[in-house]
C-alpha cells in the first residue's frame, strides 16, 4: 500500500548536525501532513516537527531554532535538518505522514520503521 522509508541516522558529537529524510513510496493520491516523533528510552513518543503539504511548520519547544522540517511534495519527501545537537536529542526517530491512498477514502497515518539518532558527549 504504502510505505515510509527513512534514512540519515546515526552516531555524531554534540553540537553536531545530522539531516533525516522520509520517503513515501506506493499507492498515494495525496499527503497531507508529515512530520517526525521521537521516542527515547523509557519515554512516551513526543512530535519533534511537523509540515503541511502548503509548508506551515510547527515544532517542539526542545528543538526549536536547532532544526529545520522541510519537504518536496514532488517526491513525497519530508526532511529534518538537525544542527546543534544535544545528549538529550537521543532517541529513536519516525517519520509520519497523512496520506490518501489511491483505493482509499480518507487520509490514514502511516509511520515509517524508525532510525536511530545517538548525540555523543
Known amino acids: 500500500q504504502v510505505q515510509l522509508v527513512e534514512s540519515g541516522g546515526g552516531l555524531v558529537q554534540v553540537g553536531g548536525s545530522l539531516r533525516l529524510s522520509c520517503a513515501a513510496s506506493g499507492r498515494i493520491f495525496r499527503i497531507n501532513r508529515m512530520g517526525w516523533y521521537r521516542q527515547a528510552p523509557g519515554k512516551q513518543r513526543e512530535l519533534v516537527a511537523r509540515?503541511?503539504?502548503?509548508?506551515?511548520?510547527n515544532y517542539a519547544d526542545s528543538v526549536l531554532g536547532r532544526f529545520t522540517i522541510s519537504r518536496d511534495n514532488a517526491k513525497n519527501t519530508v526532511y529534518l535538518q538537525m544542527n546543534s545537537l544535544k545528549p538529550e536529542d537521543t532517541a529513536v526517530y519516525y517519520c509520519?505522514?497523512?496520506?490518501?491512498?489511491?483505493?482509499?477514502?480518507?487520509?490514514?497515518?502511516?509511520w515509517g520503521q524508525g532510525t536511530q539518532v545517538t548525540v555523543s558527549s
Open positions: 509540515i503541511t503539504s502548503g509548508g506551515s511548520t
Open positions: 509520519n505522514a497523512e496520506v490518501w491512498a489511491t483505493n482509499g477514502g480518507q487520509f490514514y497515518n502511516y
